[in-house]
């Protein structure tokens, strides 16, 4: 579109404005009023943006956050992933235990739950998860670096066994039926089977 | 919202570096209003904003270990929340092709507009109007003060393509605002 015959293009105007603009155009402007009147209002416009008024976030979002990056820690220690993440100091695996022991639910949340399901005649998909967890232990480094589409996809499968897991843990509460449960363990062991495939068996994409 | 004045103590950086979580409470706090509008202005809805404010934390949590003190904090938790908020917006596009198709229901995105306004409108009523991408450019390059180029490479495209909705943005608002 153009601001009127012979006038300067909207893009040629905020090339201006953001001081990028060509000599021509420049010398357009200095001697035409509308463009000098378009030019000034673009200036308006982005002052008035950035002056807008701001929005009050929700209050209490935090502690939903606390609470997910604590039950990531639990898995990343399940998993075995060491203590990495947790103590870059030697000090820190300490505080975390005794942080996390005290403020939130126990250190081994999975038992409970588990056992609950096995009574259900679950015992072969919890054994295969039991099975895909010690192998991450056992095999997964000590010290380990991805490279971004490794982390990503690394962390979107942790965050899926934490959501997993949550649903297993409230199965009970929620009364979910018992193909469901079966549905979710499934769930369980695929994405571990997908955590580990990623990790030991395509060690060329992962940095070490 | 622009947030360069922000500043947290370093030491309470190196702590919450360590994964301290009181530590990074501290930075939730300092940031939050500005991780919140930034993904209120370029989503356009309260559930999408919290929902980038949320998201933006786990990630700062998860990798603040790796922020290496080069530029601002405020700088580097900015690139997360811009990475969320335009995430969701690519899956609320996705979600419209898979529902309507790769052709229909689209045009919001990019595109038409709603029904034109009967007169003018104030500058918060017209932002909302304009299509979720191109008031993503607007507000991204006008008040974040990031390039085209910048916002090509964060959408996937080019810096002429950045350029072409910071264009059709002032066009609209400048019909609308008069």
Redesign the interface.
Known sequence: ?RVGTNHL???EL?ALRDGEGGASARAHVEACEGCQQELE??YQ??A???A?S?????RG??P???R???R?RRLRRRLGYGAV??A??AA?AG??VV?DATRGPPAEPLEAWVIEAESQDLGPMISRSRELESLLQTYRPASQVYDAPTALAV?VLEDRILLLDRLLSDSRQLGVKRELLRDLWGERVETLETLVNLELAEPETVWR | MRSDALTVASALVAQAREGDLKALESVYLAYQNAVYNLGRRICGNEEDAEDVLQDTFLEVCRSIGKFRGEGSLWGWIRQVAVSKALMLLRRERNRKIHFFGETGGLPEFVGNMPREPAGPIDLETALGRLPPVTRAVLWLHDVEGYTHEEIGQLMGKTASFSKSQLSRAHRRLREWLE
């Open positions: 579109m293009e909207m893009d905020l209002r673009l416009v982005r008035q943006l950035r807008l701001g929005f009050a976030p929700p979002l935090w939903r956050v606390a997910h990056v604590r990531r993440g947790l870059a100091a820190l505080v975390y942080n962390s």
